[in-house]
């Protein structure tokens, strides 16, 4: 049987500040988030020309180290997956966009998931808390995330992406969250949205 030839869907971050790490790593790097198909264990994503150390998640999902000499001048990188066979998938624009204007404030688009059952996590990590990822625009690496008021653990992906963790205990019971994003001189909550635990 043939294998599929490799293909990507979406990148995670889609775009990232010049100059500025994005979904920082442990040590430091950047990491994009690579999902499609037809991957396997010796793909390889390249940016641009050149080829990044990527780790095998899945036949649908990579994870690409993007070092920060790439991303120090604005425009559209083309991102592609190569496998050991030297079949190589359409490319893929992620943007490196200027830095954000002096005073901007973040604002949400939408999360999700927007709702869940109580008592009942989603996308969840080793601690029990449940990873809910808030799009928008403005984001900074100071951005963080608030939960009915009060301040989240917040992983920052990039200048549309968030992650914030929800602990259990928020979503033991039947009700609304308020979502909203801010930074210490933002004390202004553009366009909040809830979670709704039913």
Do not use: W
């Amino acid at each position: 049987m043939e294998r599929p030839s490799p293909r990507i869907r979406d990148l995670y971050p889609p775009d990232a500040y010049v100059a500025t790490r994005f979904s920082v790593r442990f040590d430091g790097m950047s990491v994009l988030g690579v999902a499609g198909e037809g991957f396997s264990p010796d793909s390889t994503v390249y940016f641009g020309d050149e080829p990044m150390l990527t780790q095998f998640v899945s036949s649908d999902s990579l994870a690409a180290t993007v070092p920060p000499t790439l991303i120090e001048r604005v425009g559209n990188v083309p991102v592609s997956v190569r496998d050991a066979t030297g079949a190589r998938s359409p490319a893929v624009a992620f943007a490196v966009v200027p830095p954000r204007p002096a005073g901007a404030c973040p604002e949400i688009r939408h999360i999700y998931p927007s709702s869940t059952e109580a008592g009942r996590g989603f996308s969840l990590r080793a601690d029990g808390s449940s990873s809910l990822g808030v799009a928008g625009r403005g984001f900074g690496p100071g951005s963080f995330v608030l939960l009915d008021g009060k301040k989240a653990s917040t992983i920052y992906q990039g200048p549309g992406s968030l992650i914030a963790l929800v602990p259990a205990v928020s979503l033991s019971k039947r009700g609304r969250i308020r979502v909203a994003v801010a930074e210490e001189k933002c004390r202004l909550f553009p366009s909040p949205e809830d979670l709704e635990v039913r």
